[in-house]
């Protein structure tokens, strides 16, 4: 445990940025039963329930109340950005994070923001067992690219002098393959192999994408591979979602790994689950039960938190094992408690 703990303090101010997305989420609960005399309000309690409930509304209308509880930040990049800031690394933000100026709801994040955009507007509904995410797609230019660089003219700079470029959210934002493109182009490319350093990914949630596109977005992640370390980070239904389209329906999540490696030449596969969280790297194959929160205070952001936990213990130089274990925790301490958690609060709980 010493031996992490001087490698965790370590990598303190080790530099990530993050790109590109940036949301306005109204975190709300879809109400069952309104509230009596006698009765408090009855919510959905699961996603099963609620979507039982719209199968038998088909053909007719129906009218769903929702208990607004709070607006905050939301999307990929706020919440992985906070997650990693919080344990100390230096990130920059190149995201949609308001125009004119940053919105204030992104103020308080304790990292370096640069905002090329309004931000978007979502809509969280939250579950016992998960979440549904209601969103309005982005407007785009024919050169998203320009579009940054326009706003944030430092952009390719920040990303060239990353010790970790970590690209969220592709799934959801429309113009995500170009941009991806172009930091592989302009920040990444031109430089020789440094496989010190390293490219997060995470896919978000692909199953509105065709089999195609997957492909031809994991065939990018292969061309990083020749440059940085590669980390793809899946959810268990991304990762099925990748073993249906382009791989035969494979659906053991181990074996799922080792092919998306081989195929596509990255080095490293992360599947983290409601059970249980998968790495596969070039040293073989870790597995390690997820500790799982019964009552959780907060949902919304909890798998951003994993990656930005996984960056940080990737940076600071942790086994494969210690990796799996550190952000897992760093994970279920911030469901418990409901607030992104301090290093030294990891630590405690380790």
């Not at 920040?158 to 113009?175: G, H, P, T």
């Not at 094992?321 to 301090?342: E, I, L, N, Q």
């Amino acid at each position: 445990m010493s031996t992490m703990r001087e490698l965790l303090r370590r990598a303190a101010g080790r530099r990530v940025t993050v790109g590109f997305d940036g949301f306005i989420d109204t975190i709300a609960r879809p109400v069952a039963r309104t509230a009596t005399a006698d009765a408090p309000a009855q919510y959905f309690e699961s996603i099963p329930a609620f979507g039982q409930y719209l199968v038998e509304h088909g053909g007719k209308s129906c009218s769903i109340a929702l208990h607004v509880e709070r607006r905050q930040l939301g999307g990929n990049l706020p919440h992985l950005s906070r997650a990693a800031s919080m344990l100390g690394l230096d990130v920059s933000c190149v995201g949609m994070l308001g125009q004119p100026g940053i919105d204030p709801v992104f103020s308080d994040l304790p990292c370096k923001l640069y905002s090329f955009a309004p931000a978007g507007e979502a809509t969280a509904l939250e579950f016992s067992d998960g979440k549904v995410f209601l969103a309005a797609d982005a407007v785009w230019s024919d050169d998203p690219w320009q579009d940054v660089c326009a706003h944030v003219p430092q952009a390719e700079q920040l990303f060239r002098e990353a010790e970790l470029i970590a690209l969220v959210n592709w799934s959801e934002l429309d113009a995500s393959q170009a941009l991806w493109q172009a930091v592989y182009d302009r920040a990444v490319r031109p430089d020789r192999a440094n496989f010190s350093r390293f490219a997060f990914f995470d896919l978000c949630d692909c199953t509105r994408r065709s089999a195609e596109q997957l492909d031809q977005v994991l065939k990018l992640l292969g061309r990083f591979a020749t440059r940085r370390t590669v980390v793809l980070s899946l959810n268990e239904n991304e990762a099925l979602d990748c073993g249906r389209k382009l791989l035969d329906g494979l659906d053991d999540l181990g074996a799922l790994t080792e092919a998306l490696c081989q195929r596509y030449g990255i080095q490293q596969v992360l599947v983290h689950t409601i059970h249980e969280t998968i790495l596969r790297t070039p040293d073989g194959l870790t597995r390690e039960k997820t500790r799982f929160v019964t009552q959780p205070r907060i949902s919304t952001g909890a798998g951003d938190h994993f990656n930005g936990a996984s960056c940080f213990a990737l940076l600071a130089g942790l086994s494969d094992r210690d990796r799996v274990h550190f952000a897992g925790v760093f994970a279920s301490t911030y469901v418990a408690k409901g607030s992104t958690p301090t290093l030294d609060e990891v630590l405690d709980a380790l």
